[in-house]
């Protein structure tokens, strides 16, 4: 089992800047896609950046290329959305989750295995 625990949420002005941060602990295994995803109220749940574990390599969704950035720091078994420029369609409760490596999946909630328990990002205008 892994353990995924965000943080860093919060209210922030459009034009802002917030890093969420995604500590993972357990059976943690370093061919993972950590991925982060979001919701807002009435919408699906849609993915929002990934990271393959070994190899460093990032994935974004449209919407947020240019202003969101995912990286991990390997030593600490965490992972981080730095999310600039906000805007208030960037309100929802974001969710890390991690799933082993497998070549395609990683914009796909469903192949997750493991999921944080959300924060919520308030963008206000």
């Known amino acids: 089992q892994v353990q995924l625990v965000e943080s860093g949420g919060g209210l922030v002005q459009a034009g802002g800047s917030l890093r969420l941060s995604c500590v993972a602990s357990?059976?943690?295994?370093?061919?993972?896609?950590m991925g982060w995803f979001r919701q807002a109220p009435g919408k699906e749940r849609e993915f929002v950046a990934a990271?393959?574990?070994?190899?460093?390599?990032?994935y974004y969704a449209e919407s947020v290329k240019g202003r969101f950035t995912i990286s991990r720091d390997n030593a600490k078994n965490t992972g981080y959305l730095q999310m600039n420029s906000l805007a208030p369609e960037d309100t929802a409760v974001y969710y890390c989750?991690?799933?082993?490596?497998?070549?395609?999946?990683?914009?796909?909630?469903?192949?997750?295995?493991?999921w944080g328990q959300g924060t919520q990002v308030t963008v206000s205008s």
């Open positions: 357990g059976r943690t295994n370093i061919n993972y896609f």
């Open positions: 990271i393959r574990w070994i190899t460093t390599n990032t």
């Open positions: 989750a991690a799933h082993l490596w497998r070549s395609g999946t990683y914009p796909q909630d469903r192949f997750y295995d493991y």
